[in-house]
């Protein structure tokens, strides 16, 4: 099956600073997602992003589907920013993800 | 955006009980969702797909008789989780993915611990 590698898995910064978050897949997918757990476990959708660019406020991500990775960059972290990030692909639309190992990721204030 | 609600939020039961938890879609209609779960620091695994109207589908090394998946009309699914045993307190979470553009919307959650 498709394997999703995360990295770093781990990753402590100070405030204000800026980090870039990679995800490598094995096979070419139609979806792939980027998600921010949060202390309490709920999954936050931040990126659909098959492909290409987009940016949400401090958050972009950039897909590369024919190199089968993503990068998700944080600019100006906030300790809100706190939490496990992870990516997710899929083959279809409607078919099962397959979800990376995360990136823990802890801002200091 | 899409709204997927997971009830109950967290539970606590006896070894040897069965516990039931539901994931509904709010404002959209799902004919898949999707199970998974989650230990603690690791990251979430599929457990099955569930499909409307027809029996779910199990990933390897998961009980299908253990974790019975009922997905009865377009925006319920639940699992129940039977003869609960102290290694099945977990974290377990659903999904439903929404039409165009197709992403998968999770639930808050169900946290469970067996005693």
């Known amino acids: 099956g498709i394997q999703v590698e995360q990295s770093p898995p781990d990753l402590i910064l100070q405030e204000g600073a800026n980090s870039t978050l990679r995800c490598n897949f094995s096979d070419s997918v139609n979806n792939l997602q980027w998600f921010h757990q949060n202390p309490w476990g709920q999954l936050i959708n931040l990126f659909y992003?098959?492909?290409g660019t987009k940016q949400n406020g401090r958050l972009s991500a950039t897909t590369v589907a024919t190199e089968r990775y993503s990068l998700l960059y944080i600019s100006s972290s906030q300790t809100t920013d706190s939490g496990v990030y992870f990516c997710?692909?899929?083959?279809?639309?409607?078919?099962?993800?397959?979800f990376g190992s995360g990136t823990r990721l802890s801002i200091r204030p | 955006g899409a709204v997927v609600s997971q009830h109950p939020s967290w539970v606590i039961c006896k070894s040897g009980t069965s516990v039931k938890i539901e994931c509904r879609s709010l404002d959209f209609q799902a004919t898949t969702m999707f199970w998974y779960r989650q230990f603690p620091k690791q990251s979430l695994m599929l457990m099955a797909t569930s499909n409307e109207g027809s029996k779910a589908t199990y990933e390897q090394g998961v009980e299908k008789d253990k974790f019975l998946i009922n997905h009865a009309s377009l925006t319920l699914s639940t699992l129940t989780v039977t003869s609960a045993h102290p290694e099945d307190s977990s974290f377990y979470i659903c999904?439903?993915?929404?039409?165009?553009?197709?992403?998968?919307?999770f639930g808050p959650g169900t946290r469970l611990t067996v005693t």
């Open positions: 997710a692909v899929s083959y279809s639309s409607a078919s099962k993800i397959i």
């Open positions: 992003i098959p492909s």
């Open positions: 999904s439903a993915p929404r039409q165009g553009p197709h992403e998968q919307y």
